[in-house]
């Protein structure tokens, strides 16, 4: 059991707390928001609201900190948090470019502390399926990978709220959702070489845009596909299609409040099967995984080289944003 402070109470810190409570791995005791809502949500979850950032990482008491806080503000957060001794869960995208990113991942590492990432769907268990199904080559050589993740969740939040911001998160439907989808790319095809991507903000006037697809080149002429929209009702799909085979999940709700999940494996010659795969929380699983890492009992699934392709493909893709063309992934 390690023993934790959330740094962010807002949408994503309190669904955080409230998901993992009852857990034999990590307790979550206090709380950090420069709000007064976030910090009256923080006492509404029992949780003990300290003054700053900097009073939790000086806290011995302290074990890990479970960072839900702007995007710009991550890197020297964990660079912080490191340097005293804190094990380190950061939401993602873990920082928007790759020097940050290395700033971070070296504190870490000179500190012997563990790093977790928010790429929770990596632990839903139809992905780790999918992800089985690749590593065996019982798809045979992978070819693509395609994925949507949209939603319609932002469209009530108000205007200023730093979601919405091209400066808090710049390219709103891949800080959002899309990154998940470029992780899991990662996850299945490796580093990737180049990136084209297109966003809009024709369609709720975002300043961040609202409707984002990406197109990645792996080696050996492997791609991947993918949509992230901030307009419709949710939909979550993801598939990986092979020489020998193709595999699909299909999400019925929501992640955050799971329903189960529809896959399809197709192999050559045989006939499709179709299965369900039933709801699972995987933040939770994700967070209690870096919290056993913590303790010595497991290593971290997320090794820190996904975690800065997962940044250099982020900053490839506001590259392409921002050009209009094919960017190199760094």
Same mark, same amino acid.
């Given at each position: ?23 034999? $791995? ?26 700053? #950032? ?34 380190? =869960? ?74 919405? /911001? ?20 990662? $996850? ?14 024709? #369609?709720?006037? #975002? ?10 080149? #792996? /080696? ?55 299965? =369900? ?36 493909? =982020? ?7 921002? /050009? ?7």
């Amino acid at each position: 059991m390690i023993n934790a402070a959330v740094i962010g109470l807002g949408w994503w810190g309190s669904t955080l707390v409230r998901t993992l409570q009852g857990s034999d $791995s990590i307790r979550i005791s206090t709380g950090v928001d420069p709000n007064e809502a976030g910090m009256l949500a923080g006492r509404d979850l029992g949780l003990r609201m300290a003054g700053s #950032f900097e009073e939790v990482v000086a806290d011995p008491s302290i074990d890990a900190v479970l960072l839900c806080t702007p995007h710009k503000f991550h890197a020297a957060q964990v660079v912080a948090a490191a340097k005293s001794g804190k094990h380190v =869960f950061c939401e993602k995208p873990f920082t928007d470019n790759v020097r940050a990113a290395e700033e971070a991942l070296d504190a870490v590492s000179r500190a012997g502390v563990v790093l977790g990432i928010g790429h929770e769907r990596r632990f839903e268990p139809a992905v780790m399926q999918m992800r089985d199904l690749v590593s065996s080559g019982k798809l045979g050589d992978a070819v693509s990978f395609e994925g949507n993740f949209s939603q319609d969740k932002f469209l009530a939040l108000p205007r200023d709220n730093w979601r919405l /911001s091209a400066e808090h998160a710049p390219v709103g439907p891949l800080s959002a959702t899309g990154i998940h989808l470029v992780d899991m790319a990662i $996850s299945l095809l490796g580093h990737p070489d180049q990136v084209w991507a297109n966003l809009s903000s024709d #369609f709720a006037g #975002f300043d961040n845009g609202d409707s984002l697809s990406i197109s990645l080149k #792996f /080696s050996k002429g492997r791609t991947a596909t993918i949509n992230a929209i901030l307009v419709t009702p949710f939909v979550g799909r993801a598939a990986v299609y092979g020489t020998e085979g193709w595999f699909e999940i299909r999400d019925r709700t929501h992640p955050e409040a799971s329903t189960g999940w529809d896959l399809a494996l197709s192999l050559r010659g045989q006939d499709t099967q179709v299965d =369900f795969s039933p709801p699972y929380s995987a933040v939770r699983a994700n967070v209690e995984a870096f919290a056993m890492a913590a303790t010595g009992d497991a290593e971290y699934p997320v090794t820190h080289a996904e975690i800065r392709s997962n940044v250099a493909t =982020f900053e490839a893709i506001l590259a392409s944003v921002r /050009s209009g063309a094919i960017e190199r992934v760094g």
